[in-house]
Protein backbone atom coordinates (compact mmCIF):
# COMPACT_ATOMS: atom_id res chain seq x y z
CA UNK A 1 0.00 0.00 0.00
CA UNK A 2 1.69 3.33 -1.19
CA UNK A 3 2.32 5.93 1.44
CA UNK A 4 0.16 9.35 1.52
CA UNK A 5 1.90 12.49 1.29
CA UNK A 6 0.96 14.15 4.34
CA UNK A 7 3.45 17.35 2.86
CA UNK A 8 0.90 18.07 0.70
CA UNK A 9 -1.93 18.96 3.50
CA UNK A 10 -3.45 22.30 2.73
CA UNK A 11 -6.12 23.83 5.20
CA UNK A 12 -9.60 23.44 3.79
CA UNK A 13 -11.91 24.91 6.46
CA UNK A 14 -13.41 25.73 9.22
CA UNK A 15 -16.36 24.82 11.21
CA UNK A 16 -18.14 25.56 14.27
CA UNK A 17 -20.98 22.66 13.91
CA UNK A 18 -21.14 19.40 11.94
CA UNK A 19 -23.63 20.94 9.93
CA UNK A 20 -21.06 23.79 8.23
CA UNK A 21 -18.31 20.62 7.74
CA UNK A 22 -17.52 19.76 4.46
CA UNK A 23 -20.12 17.20 2.52
CA UNK A 24 -19.61 13.93 4.45
CA UNK A 25 -17.81 12.10 1.14
CA UNK A 26 -14.33 10.55 0.88
CA UNK A 27 -12.23 9.33 4.07
CA UNK A 28 -10.83 11.37 7.37
CA UNK A 29 -9.03 11.21 10.41
CA UNK A 30 -9.65 13.57 12.95
CA UNK A 31 -7.12 14.08 15.96
CA UNK A 32 -8.50 14.98 19.23
CA UNK A 33 -6.69 16.04 22.43
CA UNK A 34 -6.96 17.58 25.83
CA UNK A 35 -5.96 21.27 25.46
CA UNK A 36 -1.54 21.33 26.24
CA UNK A 37 -1.29 17.81 24.90
CA UNK A 38 0.53 18.62 22.06
CA UNK A 39 -1.78 17.85 19.70
CA UNK A 40 -0.86 20.80 17.18
CA UNK A 41 2.97 19.63 17.16
CA UNK A 42 1.68 16.31 16.76
CA UNK A 43 -0.11 17.24 13.27
CA UNK A 44 2.44 19.66 11.98
CA UNK A 45 5.23 16.94 12.94
CA UNK A 46 3.18 14.16 10.89
CA UNK A 47 2.56 16.69 7.75
CA UNK A 48 6.51 18.10 7.73
CA UNK A 49 4.81 21.58 8.32
CA UNK A 50 5.77 24.46 10.51
CA UNK A 51 2.29 26.15 10.90
CA UNK A 52 -0.34 23.84 9.52
CA UNK A 53 -2.21 23.50 12.57
CA UNK A 54 -1.86 26.62 14.91
CA UNK A 55 0.18 25.94 18.31
CA UNK A 56 0.00 28.49 20.85
CA UNK A 57 0.74 29.37 24.33
CA UNK A 58 -2.40 29.57 25.57
CA UNK A 59 -4.06 25.82 25.39
CA UNK A 60 -7.30 25.73 24.00
CA UNK A 61 -7.12 28.33 21.05
CA UNK A 62 -8.76 25.72 19.08
CA UNK A 63 -12.54 26.05 18.98
CA UNK A 64 -13.50 25.10 15.63
CA UNK A 65 -13.68 22.27 13.79
CA UNK A 66 -10.23 22.51 11.37
CA UNK A 67 -10.23 20.39 8.26
CA UNK A 68 -7.27 19.88 5.92
CA UNK A 69 -7.31 17.98 2.62
CA UNK A 70 -4.51 16.27 1.12
CA UNK A 71 -3.15 17.13 -1.98
CA UNK A 72 -5.64 17.70 -4.88
CA UNK A 73 -7.61 15.12 -3.87
CA UNK A 74 -9.63 16.52 -1.64
CA UNK A 75 -11.47 13.41 -0.75
CA UNK A 76 -8.94 12.53 2.06
CA UNK A 77 -8.35 14.39 4.69
CA UNK A 78 -6.94 15.09 8.09
CA UNK A 79 -9.07 16.77 10.95
CA UNK A 80 -8.48 18.72 13.96
CA UNK A 81 -11.34 18.76 16.48
CA UNK A 82 -11.71 21.39 19.19
CA UNK A 83 -9.05 20.73 22.50
CA UNK A 84 -10.21 21.63 25.86
CA UNK A 85 -9.44 21.07 29.04
CA UNK A 86 -6.67 24.07 30.66
CA UNK A 87 -8.97 26.94 27.78
CA UNK A 88 -10.00 29.75 30.06
CA UNK A 89 -13.09 29.92 28.53
CA UNK A 90 -16.96 29.83 30.26
CA UNK A 91 -18.57 26.61 31.35
CA UNK A 92 -21.06 27.10 28.52
CA UNK A 93 -18.99 26.99 26.06
CA UNK A 94 -17.19 24.12 27.07
CA UNK A 95 -20.58 22.59 26.99
CA UNK A 96 -20.95 23.56 23.81
CA UNK A 97 -17.76 22.12 22.39
CA UNK A 98 -18.33 18.99 23.79
CA UNK A 99 -22.02 18.76 22.55
CA UNK A 100 -20.62 19.65 18.71
CA UNK A 101 -17.70 16.95 19.40
CA UNK A 102 -19.95 14.36 19.97
CA UNK A 103 -21.97 15.60 17.36
CA UNK A 104 -19.15 15.41 14.77
CA UNK A 105 -18.09 11.99 16.02
CA UNK A 106 -21.46 10.19 16.19
CA UNK A 107 -22.64 11.54 12.86
CA UNK A 108 -19.97 12.16 10.38
CA UNK A 109 -20.05 9.01 7.90
CA UNK A 110 -16.50 9.47 6.67
CA UNK A 111 -14.96 9.39 9.35
CA UNK A 112 -12.33 6.20 9.33
CA UNK A 113 -10.50 7.03 12.58
CA UNK A 114 -9.84 9.20 15.68
CA UNK A 115 -5.92 10.04 17.03
CA UNK A 116 -6.40 10.53 20.67
CA UNK A 117 -3.20 12.59 21.51
CA UNK A 118 -2.25 12.42 25.46
CA UNK A 119 0.86 13.73 27.06
CA UNK A 120 2.61 10.90 28.29
CA UNK A 121 2.78 12.39 31.38
CA UNK A 122 -0.67 12.75 31.85
CA UNK A 123 -2.55 10.32 29.82
CA UNK A 124 -5.98 8.86 30.27
CA UNK A 125 -7.27 12.03 31.46
CA UNK A 126 -11.12 12.57 31.85
CA UNK A 127 -11.33 14.31 28.39
CA UNK A 128 -9.70 11.02 26.82
CA UNK A 129 -12.00 8.76 28.72
CA UNK A 130 -14.99 10.57 27.19
CA UNK A 131 -13.51 10.52 23.71
CA UNK A 132 -12.94 6.79 24.08
CA UNK A 133 -16.52 6.02 25.22
CA UNK A 134 -17.51 7.67 21.97
CA UNK A 135 -15.61 5.79 20.06
CA UNK A 136 -16.45 2.87 21.53
CA UNK A 137 -20.28 3.18 20.89
CA UNK A 138 -19.45 3.79 17.74
CA UNK A 139 -17.24 1.13 17.12
CA UNK A 140 -14.42 4.18 16.04
CA UNK A 141 -10.56 3.03 15.35
CA UNK A 142 -8.43 4.87 17.80
CA UNK A 143 -4.73 5.07 18.01
CA UNK A 144 -3.41 6.95 20.77
CA UNK A 145 -0.33 8.80 20.47
CA UNK A 146 1.64 9.34 24.05
CA UNK A 147 3.47 12.66 23.26
CA UNK A 148 6.41 14.35 24.87
CA UNK A 149 7.86 11.37 25.28
CA UNK A 150 11.19 13.36 25.59
CA UNK A 151 10.48 14.19 28.77
CA UNK A 152 10.99 11.22 29.76
CA UNK A 153 14.00 8.67 30.25
CA UNK A 154 13.58 6.18 27.42
CA UNK A 155 12.74 3.07 30.53
CA UNK A 156 9.75 5.41 32.17
CA UNK A 157 8.43 6.56 28.98
CA UNK A 158 8.15 2.57 28.15
CA UNK A 159 6.80 1.75 31.29
CA UNK A 160 3.83 4.60 30.98
CA UNK A 161 3.03 3.23 27.15
CA UNK A 162 2.62 -0.69 29.12
CA UNK A 163 0.50 1.11 31.98
CA UNK A 164 -2.05 2.49 29.09
CA UNK A 165 -2.30 -0.55 27.63
CA UNK A 166 -2.87 -2.77 30.17
CA UNK A 167 -5.98 0.32 31.09
CA UNK A 168 -6.96 -0.33 27.55
CA UNK A 169 -6.69 -4.12 27.45
CA UNK A 170 -11.35 -4.16 27.17
CA UNK A 171 -10.51 -1.98 24.02
CA UNK A 172 -7.90 -3.89 22.36
CA UNK A 173 -9.26 -4.55 19.29
CA UNK A 174 -10.44 -1.01 18.45
CA UNK A 175 -7.52 0.82 20.17
CA UNK A 176 -4.11 0.97 19.78
CA UNK A 177 -1.15 2.99 21.16
CA UNK A 178 2.21 4.51 20.57
CA UNK A 179 4.87 6.90 21.76
CA UNK A 180 5.32 9.74 20.17
CA UNK A 181 7.97 12.95 20.28
CA UNK A 182 7.20 15.70 17.95
CA UNK A 183 10.81 17.15 19.25
CA UNK A 184 12.83 14.23 18.71
CA UNK A 185 10.18 13.12 15.17
CA UNK A 186 10.07 9.78 17.61
CA UNK A 187 6.95 7.76 16.07
CA UNK A 188 6.26 9.54 12.91
CA UNK A 189 6.76 6.72 10.74
CA UNK A 190 4.15 4.44 12.73
CA UNK A 191 1.39 7.15 13.17
CA UNK A 192 1.83 7.58 9.47
CA UNK A 193 1.47 3.99 8.38
CA UNK A 194 -1.55 3.94 10.71
CA UNK A 195 -3.02 7.08 9.05
CA UNK A 196 -2.44 5.55 5.68
CA UNK A 197 -4.40 2.41 6.66
CA UNK A 198 -7.15 4.69 7.78
CA UNK A 199 -7.16 6.89 5.17
CA UNK A 200 -6.69 4.62 2.24
CA UNK A 201 -9.57 1.90 2.83
CA UNK A 202 -12.43 2.08 0.83
Given at each position: ??????????F??????L???????????????????????????????K???????T???T???????????????????????????????????????????????????????????????????????????????????????????????????L?????????????????????????????????D??????
Amino acid sequence: MPSLNYQTARFLTSAPTLAQCPPDEGREVAFAGRSNAGKSSAINTLTQQKALARTSKTPGRTQLINFFSLGEETGRRLVDLPGYGFAKVPEKVKLEWQRHLGEYLRGRACLAGLVLVMDVRHPLTEFDQMMLGWADEQSMPVHILLTKADKLKSGAAKSALLQVRRRLQEWEDLVSVQLFSALKREGVEEARARLDGWLAEG
